[in-house]
């Protein structure tokens, strides 16, 4: 049974910080790719990071490394989102999702993020950063 909700979404000013969460269970959590994607206004959806919960293997998009920091907690089944040094272009409804890579065969996750492979969504949280 599919579980993801997503937590700790607000409106900051620019500069500041937030952490994400994505809370799992056992069955969408467990050696599972995970990742966020965010949806800003008049926008598509884009990649942000990817994390294997089975070795913690992350990839991040261009666009966001050195400000964004994925990681696991395997006693939370949480996977989080630490975004520092808001600009509001990161102003978005930040999505959590997941996909087990087995099904293509592999234990790794598909470095380009390809929104296509993950069969499990949560509904998003708000993040808003003003100038």
């Known amino acids: 049974q599919v579980h993801l909700v997503e937590s700790g979404g607000d409106s900051v000013q620019a500069g500041g910080s937030l952490k994400l969460s994505c809370k799992s269970n056992?069955?969408?959590?467990?050696?599972?790719?995970m990742g966020w994607f965010r949806q800003a206004p008049s926008k598509g959806r884009e990649p942000v990071a990817i994390?294997?919960?089975?070795?913690?293997?992350?990839h991040y998009a261009d666009s966001v490394k050195g400000r964004f920091t994925i990681s696991q907690d395997n006693a939370d089944k949480t996977v989080s989102l630490q975004i520092d040094d808001l600009v509001p272009e990161d102003t978005a409804t930040y999505y959590c999702?997941?996909?087990?890579?087995?099904?293509?065969?592999?234990?790794?996750?598909?470095?380009?993020?390809?929104?296509?492979?993950?069969?499990?969504w949560g509904r998003g949280t708000q993040v808003t950063v003003s100038s």
């Open positions: 999702a997941a996909y087990n890579p087995l099904m293509f065969g592999v234990r790794i996750c598909d470095r380009g993020m390809d929104e296509n492979h993950f069969n499990y």
């Open positions: 056992e069955f969408t959590y467990s050696k599972n790719c």
């Open positions: 994390i294997y919960t089975g070795d913690g293997t992350t």
